[in-house]
């Protein structure tokens, strides 16, 4: 296609395809020189994950592939995955979804990256130490260098995990989901680590279902939807003007762009839950103290502050699962124990995996009695499906399985409702319709929610008020 | 996404077996159907002694030929193999059931009811397994009860540890918190969360059980403190035809054989492809 240029292209994929276990990737084709980056930008479910495990070659057994890699001018088949096993850390990185788990726990964060650059770079045992040592300072990690990845921070984890990947040297770095739970600032001090590897004359494949990040790093976008391409071109050009329709809508679901929410006029009615002088030692560090909260009726409000400040603490203790430290928790009189409910971040982390969503409703009608008629306006309300129902929490969209989260919730009519970053594992068309019904019905039902996020546009266009927790 | 899939289909793929188990069922069916169909098909007694016709080769009339004692060995091989999985079955079911609600209880209450759980576990495993069911039968010598508690006391350990380990990670996780705030009891959680994550891990320890208590019968019917003569049991089997090996292998072998395939069928029924 292209007659031959000065410049390399470290990185092309020709009609890439992966098939197999309900997931289908259409024939997708790339190509990424010496310093440039491209980003995969799709929903959950979109299949953007598995391009990075298609290129690497560790796609999960029962999935196939076809298409041709052509990585540092070294071609192979896709599906032939154990030849580029030799080039994994010399020529081709992946940093991994949640690196924090990708690293050793029991090791420290200096010889965890020296392993890289004696083992895999071929360096002697003092070489490797000093160069790990550089690495990571230059990285600003003057102080992490002695200690366990559960002493890091999220974000010092994440460059870890950075520093040991491309130890050895490698010019193709693919980042999955790189921004996955950090809060706003770390997220920018990831686009930042990110953008050294083109900067170095490298090339860099960032999969990410945040727009903002797609949007720091500039160069090529994809935006990808149930494994189609649906649109592409500069990053610029692109985020600005999208062309098609899913495009433009899944612009329009950025936080920053939704339409300011509707005022809070319930400000005289007492308080559902209040708590006052509160405070609370986690791992012999003070996550809060003499803190005073007031949710009221059909109020939501946010609860923003960095990583480990003790949102998820807070939640805990305003729903009565774990004791505060010092302070007390008053709720409205008459409060049910079934009053209080709480929205997990993780969907599919807040169900068994193992039974129909069917099931899990009928035990919850049976344990409470309720009428089957009383639920099919709400499901419809939330849009979700009489056929959804048959399957199970692994088998459906991580939307659609929050949205019946809140169908469980909701069902109890609660008086308070802690939301624990609900959406944040979720892609912003997703996020948007979530949210927006759960706003909507709180209201409704006069259900104060405290909603936790990391996202400060999020917080201002949905919440009443903000409680800002320092950490 | 598609990795909590393809863990999911993992997890509901257990009624289909793998081809490795598979033929560990299928040798155990082959078994069971020995072990059942023979006393119904031949008119075959386990303990009647005919001195005239001892340690004859296989025959039409004998398939399996007889001992040193004129018996069929087709019938004692039956009997030794009812005795034997019967034994296991008991005793599995005994070492399971409060291994594994001690487990549960151990793993969610915490505190002090798990600490004099896992003191009580640990006493028991303070002493050898072996040593354990040979004190038993020294006090009741020949007893199957002896043997039968003894061989559970040893096995329900291995439940509570796992099942003990697996609650303690599942209790604190968000499922069960959120089913908690949704009102439900304690036997609603351990039906729809807790069961699901521990059947597998349960179902194969009890597969290597069932193996494990088969062979320590058998190792104690083989140094004579176990079941006593003339009841058929492998392991006796072994030791009563050892003396006759040169005159007649095929004797002194054929409980060997049967030993062999039930502890191989259930292990490779316990055993999961390596993935």
């Not at chain 2, 080769?57 to 009997?79: K, V």
Request: hydrophobic share 45%; with cysteine; net charge neutral.
């Amino acid at each position: 296609m292209t007659s031959m240029t000065l410049t390399t292209t470290l990185l092309s994929v020709e009609a890439l395809t992966v098939d197999g276990d309900g997931v289908s990737i259409a024939p997708i084709t790339f190509a990424l020189e010496a310093g440039q980056r491209l980003t995969l930008l799709g929903e959950t479910g979109s299949g953007k994950s598995l391009i990075a495990q298609a290129i690497m070659g560790t796609l999960p057994n029962g999935l196939t592939t076809s298409g041709q890699l052509t990585i540092a001018s070294h071609t192979c088949a896709a599906a032939d995955t154990t030849s580029r096993r030799a080039l994994w850390g010399r020529t081709l990185a992946l940093l991994p979804q949640e690196p924090w788990n990708a690293l050793d726990p029991t090791m420290r964060a200096l010889p965890q990256v020296a392993e890289t650059h004696r083992y895999v770079a071929g360096r002697s045992k003092p070489d490797a130490n000093s160069a790990a040592r550089d690495d990571l300072i230059q990285l600003g990690l003057e102080e992490g260098l002695n200690k366990l990845p559960g002493e890091l921070s999220g974000g010092m984890a994440q460059r870890v995990a950075f520093a040991a990947a491309s130890a050895a040297g490698a010019s193709i770095v693919i980042a999955d989901e790189p921004t996955k739970g950090l809060d706003a600032p770390r997220r920018d001090d990831v686009v930042k680590l990110l953008a050294k590897t083109p900067d170095a004359g490298g090339a860099l494949l960032t999969i990410t279902h945040d727009i903002d990040v797609a949007r720091r790093l500039g160069g090529e976008v994809i935006i990808l939807r149930q494994g189609q391409v649906v649109e592409r071109g500069p990053a610029e050009q692109l985020l600005n003007q999208p062309q098609t329709e899913y495009a433009q809508r899944l612009l329009s679901a950025e936080p920053s762009r939704w339409s300011d929410p509707s005022p809070f006029s319930h400000q005289a009615s007492s308080p559902v839950v209040s708590a006052s002088g509160l405070g609370i030692a986690r791992g012999g560090r003070q996550l809060f103290s003499e803190l005073d909260v007031a949710v009221r009726p059909g109020e939501i409000v946010g609860v923003v502050g960095p990583s480990g400040c003790g949102k998820s603490t807070l939640g805990d203790i305003l729903l009565g699962v774990a004791k505060p430290g010092a302070g007390s928790v008053i709720y409205q009189d008459g409060m049910p124990r079934l009053g209080r409910q709480k929205l997990y971040q993780d969907p599919p982390a807040a169900f068994s995996p193992h039974w129909t969503l069917n099931q899990l409703l009928e035990d919850l009608l049976r344990r409470h009695q309720f009428e089957y008629r009383a639920v099919a306006p709400l499901m419809e309300r939330l849009g979700l499906n009489q056929h959804l129902l048959d399957r199970r929490p692994g088998e459906i969209s991580g939307g659609e399985l929050q949205r019946f989260a809140i169908l469980r919730v909701l069902l109890l009519k609660p008086r308070f409702l802690f939301a624990d970053e609900p959406t944040s594992r979720l892609d912003p068309v997703t996020q948007q319709q979530t949210l927006s019904l759960l706003i909507e019905l709180a209201r409704e039902q006069a259900c104060a929610v405290m909603l936790v996020s990391h996202d400060p546009a999020l917080i201002a266009k949905v919440c009443d008020r903000q409680l800002a927790l320092a950490g | 996404m598609t990795a909590a899939t393809t863990r999911l289909s993992s997890r509901f793929s257990l009624p289909q077996l793998s081809s490795r188990q598979q033929l560990g069922a299928f040798l155990l069916a082959l078994l069971l159907a020995f072990a059942w169909l023979v006393p119904w098909l031949f008119d075959a007694d386990p303990a009647r002694q005919q001195l005239t016709r001892i340690l004859q080769a296989p025959s039409l009339a004998e398939p399996f030929g007889t001992d040193h004692l004129g018996r069929s060995m087709l019938a004692r091989l039956a009997a030794a193999i009812r005795l034997s999985l019967g034994m296991a079955l008991l005793s599995v079911a005994t070492a399971a059931i409060p291994g594994v609600l001690l487990g549960v209880v151990a793993g969610w209450r915490g505190g002090w009811s798990d600490r004099l759980l896992g003191s009580l576990a640990d006493a028991c495993l303070a002493l050898p397994g072996l040593l354990l069911v040979l004190l038993l039968v020294a006090i009741a010598p020949g007893n199957f009860w002896a043997l039968y508690v003894g061989i559970s006391l040893v096995l329900w350990i291995e439940y509570f540890r796992v099942v003990r380990a697996r609650t303690q990670a599942l209790v604190t996780s968000p499922q069960i918190e959120a089913s908690r705030l949704l009102g439900f009891g304690p036997t609603m959680l351990f039906r729809r969360h807790l069961w699901p994550e521990l059947a597998p891990q349960v179902f194969t320890l009890a597969a290597f059980g069932a193996a494990s208590a088969i062979l320590a019968m058998a190792a104690l019917g083989f140094v004579s403190v176990g079941l006593r003569p003339p009841t058929a049991e492998l392991g006796l089997m072994m030791i009563e035809l050892l003396p006759y090996y040169h005159e007649a292998p095929w004797a002194m072998a054929q409980p060997i054989i049967v030993l062999f395939v039930v502890v191989m069928s259930l292990n490779l029924l316990a055993g999961k492809d390596p993935r």
